[in-house]
């Protein structure tokens, strides 16, 4: 079953195919040139996906206010069906990775055939202890995993074995945990102490996770909490992975960390004691932390996957890293924005797979600074888009998504048929 029509994306594609094979043919000739095989290259394209959020595919918000769209998805079967968009028409996002309680249905079972059936599978599964839900016993108020109330944190704690066990019957294997918990007054809480109940409450949940699954810990500097918060940055992330045990791993967000800060030398540190576990792509001026994947500094896109491809080269402890998108599309149709990140973030992919690491680590070696830097920028600068085009293209994708998704009508379509999304403000 597809969502969009194939024959609506083979006409379109039948527009655009020869000025791709133009465009493919004379790349392949420049990267023969340095001894590249264009279509070994393409492979490795075709063989990359990243994730999608199940919560990127509703409008988003600020805490000012949140402008929903005619026709978007308001629960989970309709997010999987504009997941399902994405993924025809891109081809590289081919798993949702779900939200809990905000997923939650009857039937898991049930929901994983249904993605199936659109030609999807789930990936890690994020547990939700940032706000309260109704009817809840115990508020996060002050507090989730790390609170000063014990009952609280045994509720937490709950919440994040019952994520595993919908995550197992959705054929999930990782369990995200990002928790709120944090303060606004210097004073408020003992960063000790806090950082003690958190270790403590994240052992029982480490506990109750199956062989072959992972607990990601994802950290964040800043918001909700404007003072600390409890998993701050990749230090706290790693000693307490480290404490936690082997399945612990890192997840960085590349939004979560102050200004400025050298993200690409924190993937290459956490890879260096076997601790990199996945990725939140997005991106961020300020501290905005979900604007559109490489939308403001796709060079640093690049380098983080420069020491992805270095990583991959260079296993340690294993080397298998979760990718996906966390967005929040405020401003755009959130399909649209989540297949022009999905090209971006396949676009660094491809550009540091060009990289000539002989070249690089000989530069490196020789402290040619000017030839190791040359050895990075070079790829930078190439236009990897036919090479993504052409993988998609021959996966039944679409060359130009963007212009055959706006072709397709799926969102005034879906406008006709969903009810509408309330007012109000927030993330999600
Ligand atoms: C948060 C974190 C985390 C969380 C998400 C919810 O990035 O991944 O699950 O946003 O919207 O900022
Ligand atoms: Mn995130
Ligand atoms: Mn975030």
């Avoid at 949140?66 to 798993?95: M, W, Y």
């Avoid at 659109?118 to 508020?139: C, H, I, K």
């Amino acid at each position: 079953m597809t969502v969009l029509s194939e024959d609506l994306i083979a006409e379109a594609n039948a527009r655009e195919i020869a000025a791709l094979d133009e465009d493919y043919d004379a790349l392949g000739r420049k990267l023969a040139r340095g001894g590249l095989a264009i279509d070994a290259i393409k492979d490795r394209v075709a063989a990359f996906s990243v994730a999608v959020p199940s919560w990127g595919a509703g409008r988003g918000g600020t805490r000012f206010a949140k402008f929903p769209i005619p026709g978007e998805p308001t629960n989970i079967h309709e997010k999987l069906e504009d997941c399902a968009v994405i993924q025809q028409l891109s081809r590289v996002t081919p798993r949702v990775s779900p939200h809990f309680p905000w997923d939650k249905v009857g039937d898991y079972k049930g929901l994983r055939q249904e993605a199936a059936a659109l030609g999807l599978g789930f990936d890690a599964v994020n547990s939700n202890t940032f706000q309260d839900q109704p009817g809840q016993a115990r508020t996060y108020a002050t507090g989730s995993l790390s609170s000063t109330v014990a009952a609280t944190r045994a509720q937490a704690v709950e919440h994040n074995i019952e994520c595993i066990e919908i995550g197992q019957q959705l054929g999930s294997r990782d369990l995200t945990v990002w928790v709120g918990d944090g303060t606004n007054f210097p004073g408020q809480q003992d960063f000790a102490r806090s950082l003690d109940r958190y270790l403590d409450a994240a052992s029982q949940v480490y506990a109750a996770l199956p062989g072959d699954w992972r607990m990601l810990l994802e950290h964040k500097m800043f918001e909700p909490a404007f003072y600390s918060t409890v998993i701050s940055d990749w230090g706290s992330s790693i000693l307490a992975a480290q404490e936690l045990g082997p399945k612990a791993k890192c997840l960085v967000d590349l939004g979560h960390h102050a200004p400025n800060v050298n993200i690409e030398q924190i993937v290459a540190r956490l890879h260096r004691f076997g601790k990199l576990g996945g990725f939140h792509f997005n991106d961020s001026k300020y501290g905005d932390d979900d604007l559109d994947s490489g939308s403001i500094n796709p060079h640093q896109l690049f380098l983080v996957f420069n020491e992805l491809v270095e990583a991959e080269a260079h296993p340690r402890d294993g080397f298998d890293p979760s990718y996906m998108i966390d967005q929040s599309h405020n401003v755009t149709d959130p399909i649209e924005s989540m297949l022009s990140s999905a090209e971006a973030i396949t676009s660094c992919f491809a550009k540091a797979l060009l990289v000539d690491r002989e070249a690089l680590h000989a530069a490196q070696e020789a402290n040619d600074t000017m030839m190791a830097f040359q050895a990075l920028r070079r790829p930078y600068t190439i236009d990897v888009a036919p090479i993504l085009a052409r993988a998609r293209a021959e996966a039944g994708g679409a060359i130009d998504v963007l212009a055959t998704y706006r072709a397709s009508r799926w969102r005034e379509r879906k406008a006709q048929e969903r009810k509408p999304v309330g007012l109000g403000a927030g993330i999600v």
